[in-house]
């Protein structure tokens, strides 16, 4: 069954340091692959995904993320956070076949100034 | 832009009351969605479907029942309310994912509806 792991639930991070958030996917075929952000109190916008081609993607707000198959892994990264970084981020998996769309737990990040 | 509007923002209901939560798209896309969201839980996948009259289980069906009579209407369907189906419920929609021309490959979400049964 499709299933998607973020193991971090909750990371903290100073303003200017790097990031590096989790996601690990169970799916047999090339996934679709999306990363999404939720602020307090608002709604999910996405940051970036991945459909095929280039295994880096860049996305918005300086956020980047790299499709490993071997590793059945796509992690987000930013070289440096800012405080309005501070959110609540979503991997997500989508299957070729069909348009089943699978969220993960999601993680936590808070920015310490 | 994709709008996705859900037709309640806050609902407050009883224990065994049926509730709709309605939910329209104005971007004549194929595939829309029902997610419940709980405090470390994530988004879960309650029903989703690709086409009108034609749904999938998600992962979390159990309580709920959808119906899509037209393409840009989804309506999710609790048909006797419980205590622990108090959560937030989120819409959303896309075009088809595979089409390597649409536009649209990615899910737009609506606002949410929270719902509170007491």
């Known amino acids: 069954a499709q299933s998607v792991t973020q193991p971090d639930i909750h990371i903290t991070v100073s303003e200017g340091a790097s990031l590096e958030l989790r996601c690990n996917y169970s799916?047999?075929?090339?996934?679709?692959l999306f990363w999404y952000v939720q602020s307090p109190g608002q709604g999910l916008q996405l940051l970036l995904k991945y459909f095929s081609g280039d295994t880096l993607v860049q996305g918005i707000k300086g956020f980047e993320a790299e499709f490993k198959r071997s590793q059945s892994s796509f992690n987000l990264r930013k070289p440096s956070v800012h405080w309005s970084d501070a959110a609540e981020y979503f991997c997500a998996v989508g299957q070729t076949s069909y348009d089943k769309v699978i969220f993960g737990p999601g993680t936590s990040l808070s920015v310490i100034p | 832009d994709v709008k996705v509007t859900q037709s309640s923002r806050y609902l407050v209901k009883r224990t065994g009351e049926k509730v709709f939560l309605e939910c329209v798209q104005d971007m004549d896309h194929e595939n829309m969605f029902w997610y419940r969201q709980d405090p470390g839980l994530g988004l879960r996948l309650i029903y989703f479907s690709y086409d009108v009259k034609m749904k999938e289980k998600g992962d979390i069906p159990e309580g709920y029942s959808v119906s899509r009579e037209k393409k840009e209407r989804f309506s999710l369907i609790l048909e006797s309310a419980s205590t622990n189906q108090t959560s937030m419920y989120l819409c959303a929609s896309s075009g088809f994912l595979a089409k390597p021309s649409s536009r649209d490959r990615e899910l737009f979400f609506g606002e949410g509806s929270r719902l509170t049964v007491l």
């Open positions: 799916y047999g075929a090339t996934p679709y």
